[in-house]
């Protein structure tokens, strides 16, 4: 009993990197990743080598860690190790918004589908689709759902049509729902959210690192609505699994303010961060402002990495989180002097907080 207890504590560490000033290797335990962790910092401090090291070492632990790439930094890092996988989509990936919820009766799908769209239009525009659009969709996609076939051309035509034959003073709805999708239906872009490949979610639960790549995106909506679609699919794939006592896959979104926002209530990455802690889902987001993050999803993680931040505003934000009594009275001072990279980590197991230098010689393949 005591050697399989001793196997299991060490091989569920996770080296972080050293104590600052000490020559001691700083080690979180896969237990820490279980309520979620956001990683904090100015660009070029070390955010992303951080988030690579974490995926490493959880592989280590056969844990799969599928990371959101919105610049393709992490597909450099990554793309070294024989057991990673680079996705690219509109080449090796492509995901339709509507092919997810298969298993659904017709109308429920169809709401769930414009439930979709609303959202990434609250995400990316800040805004709600108007009660025109919202119902001129719906009948859009009522129609072609019944013919057997969707996508963005086909869903724009089908609103002009209704819009210009049935419902005149639709027109300029039609053209609005147009203009916020059309990108959808040319080019690389048609392809990206063209048919889902029915493997593909299995394939990424594979043990591994995987890196999804949207660089090739280029533009904020299409990255906004590839990460909501594959956020959506692996939400679905761990309810039907059913609970876990333990992580199956590490779900980490760089420049995570771009799809968890402040402004972005009882949004789909708030909703994951609420429920799938019991799926098995270990949650891990990086941003270069705290301000930015939903804060309820910053209140319920229970593991607060910050690199050097020097906005004072920025600062108070994690303050408000990191309740540590060893720093709490010089907080700003210590996150503000943090040189690149070093970071403040602080976890449940470990509240009063560390400063640490991260990396060791083990990841320096990873720290470029």
Not at 260 to 267: E, L, S
Not at 340 to 363: C, L
Request: neutral net charge; charged residues 25%; contains cysteine.
């Amino acid at each position: 009993m005591i050697k399989l207890f001793l196997i299991f504590l060490i091989y569920s560490v996770i080296k972080i990197g050293r104590i600052k000033n000490k020559d001691e290797i700083f080690n979180l335990n896969v237990e820490d990743f279980k309520r979620h962790a956001c990683i904090f910092g100015m660009t070029g401090s070390g955010k992303s080598t951080t988030m690579a090291i974490i995926a490493y070492e959880l592989m280590k632990n056969d844990i799969t860690s599928l990371i959101i790439d919105r610049t393709g930094e992490f597909r450099n890092k990554m793309i070294k190790l024989n057991y990673s996988r680079i996705y690219y989509p509109g080449y090796n990936l492509n995901l339709s918004p509507f092919d997810i919820w298969e298993e659904e009766n017709f109308e429920e799908r169809i709401q769930k589908y414009l439930w979709l769209l609303d959202e990434f239009c609250k995400i990316t525009w800040k805004e709600n689709l108007s009660p025109l659009q919202n119902r001129l969709i719906f009948q859009a996609l009522y129609r072609l759902a019944e013919k057997g076939g969707i996508d963005f051309t086909s869903l724009i035509n089908e609103c002009r049509r209704i819009a210009k034959e049935e419902l005149k003073l639709w027109i300029e709805a039609a053209e609005a729902i147009a203009s916020r999708f059309g990108l959808f239906s040319i080019g690389k872009f048609r392809k990206a959210f063209a048919n889902t490949s029915i493997s593909i979610i299995d394939n990424i639960f594979e043990k591994g690192i995987h890196v999804i790549d949207l660089s090739n995106l280029e533009y904020e909506a299409p990255k906004n609505l590839f990460s909501l679609i594959i956020s959506n699919l692996i939400m679905l794939k761990l309810k039907r699994e059913g609970f876990s006592n333990n992580i199956k896959i590490a779900f980490m979104i760089d420049e995570a303010h771009n799809i968890a926002g402040k402004d972005i209530k009882f949004g789909l990455i708030e909703k994951i961060a609420m429920e799938l802690r019991k799926y098995g889902m270990s949650l891990i987001i990086a941003s270069p402002n705290p301000s930015e993050i939903n804060p309820r999803i910053i209140a319920n993680a229970g593991l607060l990495i910050s690199h050097q931040i020097l906005s004072s505003d920025e600062i108070e934000v994690i303050k408000k989180h990191a309740y540590t009594s060893n720093y709490y009275s010089g907080f700003e001072e210590i996150i503000s002097n943090l040189k690149v990279g070093e970071a403040f980590i602080r976890s449940i197991r470990k509240p009063e907080g560390e400063i640490i230098k991260i990396g060791i010689d083990e990841h320096s393949f990873l720290i470029v």
